[in-house]
């Protein structure tokens, strides 16, 4: 199956599920994620869901009561993408193509993040990840070094799937679902 035909596939069962099954879910991996962080200050990398994506709000309002520093992405144009500082939700815009970010000017190097939580459309058990197609990602990541940052990927297990990488795709380190935290 070609990976355009899987993604359809995955986002059409993936936005069937009701929104209120959607959010409790999102509240569930949001635990998972709160409860793995360390007690020292971490420089977080996630995102503003857009669509059916898991959404991480729970996760978001809590490190904006720590000492962890969350940066979400903001489209610079179709290949490149930056890393800008989300310290509250008053710092939520709509941007590019109708996704929200932060309006804040203080920017993070993908390379400088402890962790870096991406959306994805499916995942496969070796921890490959199939995005939109845009290829935001796999650009930010291809000059870090492995584990530099940690490569979380969040999805409802319903998004597991079987494809074929292409060879410029990076491997999450972890992908964190309703059912828990998988480390590969």
Request: proline share 5%; charged share 25%.
């Amino acid at each position: 199956m070609s990976k355009q035909r899987l993604r359809t596939e995955i986002l059409k069962k993936r936005d069937e599920v009701p929104a209120y099954h959607r959010a409790r879910l999102s509240n569930i991996i949001s635990n998972h994620l709160i409860r793995t962080l360390p007690p020292n200050d971490y420089r977080i990398g996630s995102y503003m869901a857009h669509g059916s994506e898991v959404d991480l709000e729970a996760l978001h309002n809590h490190l904006f009561t720590s000492t962890h520093h969350c940066f979400v992405p903001r489209i610079l144009t179709k290949t490149s993408m930056e890393l800008a500082y989300l310290r509250n939700n008053a710092d939520i815009i709509i941007a590019k193509f109708g996704i929200r970010t932060s309006d804040q000017q203080i920017t993070a190097d993908v390379n400088t993040l402890d962790w870096l939580i991406m959306p994805c459309v499916a995942y496969d058990p070796r921890g490959y990840r199939l995005g939109m197609g845009g290829g935001y990602y796999d650009r930010a990541l291809k000059m870090c070094a492995p584990k530099s940052p940690i490569r979380i990927g969040v999805a409802f297990d319903l998004q597991e799937s079987i494809f074929e990488p292409d060879p410029w795709d990076r491997r999450f380190d972890w992908i964190v679902t309703e059912n828990g935290i998988i480390h590969l």
